[in-house]
């Protein structure tokens, strides 16, 4: 199933993002930041891993999502999807 996933920055603070790439391997899984209060959406074809990490990279979350699934980060231990 092609599609997308869509990543939401609910706070006020860039979030780092990364979306694995396991249905699309010629797909980027490089770690993006994302503005606060934006969102962005990377193609993919089936299930894969949002992850989230802080600014030091001393504490991470995520979440594992289909394709067509709206991630909402509020922070790292706030995510949802929907």
């Known amino acids: 199933m092609t599609g997308s996933i869509i990543v939401i920055n609910a706070t006020a603070s860039p ?3 990364f979306v694995s790439k ?3 391997p ?5 770690w993006y930041t994302l503005a606060p209060g934006t969102r962005d ?3 993919r074809d089936g299930w894969e891993v949002v992850g989230f990490k802080n ?3 001393s504490d991470r979350g995520g979440v594992y999502v289909r394709v067509n699934t709206t991630v ?4 790292l231990h706030l995510i949802s999807t929907s």
């Open 72 to 75: 909402t980060y509020g922070g």
């Open 41 to 43: 959406s990377w193609a």
């Open 22 to 24: 396991y249905s699309r």
């Open 15 to 17: 979030c780092h993002v």
């Open 26 to 30: 010629s797909a980027h899984d490089d």
């Open 55 to 57: 600014d030091n990279d």
